[in-house]
């Protein structure tokens, strides 16, 4: 059984930095993408960040490239995603999930870790 556990939300000020953290186990994932998303108060859930597990095709969405950054640790089966230079519009609970198939859809979902920027 796949499971998949964010860690690393919390309230921080405009400008500063977190590292989330997602803790993968149950299967192997060495050709999955693994994906950060994040859904605001109100909002859809979007996709923030892509990586594949063992390589690269990382992907960002316009709203964080150049401020996040997406990357993993086959070892410890963990992806992390750290985020610089955050804004109040950052806020919003984060989830990682797991493409196990390579098809673009993401089967496999955290409980979501909530990340608030203050102004």
């Known amino acids: 059984q796949v499971q998949l556990v964010e860690s690393g939300g919390g309230l921080v000020q405009a400008g500063g930095s977190l590292r989330l953290s997602c803790a993968a186990s149950?299967?192997?994932?060495?050709?999955?993408?693994m994906g950060w998303f994040r859904q605001p108060p109100g909002k859809e859930r979007v996709i923030v960040a892509r990586?594949?597990?063992?390589?690269?095709?990382?992907y960002y969405s316009d709203s964080v490239k150049g401020r996040f950054t997406i990357s993993r640790d086959n070892a410890k089966n963990t992806v992390y995603l750290q985020m610089n230079s955050l804004k109040p519009e950052d806020t919003a609970v984060y989830y990682c999930?797991?493409?196990?198939?390579?098809?673009?859809?993401?089967?496999?979902w955290g409980q979501g870790t909530q990340v608030t920027v203050s102004s």
């Open positions: 990586i594949y597990w063992s390589g690269g095709n990382i």
């Open positions: 999930a797991a493409d196990l198939n390579n098809n673009g859809v993401y089967e496999h």
């Open positions: 149950g299967r192997t994932f060495s050709r999955s993408y």
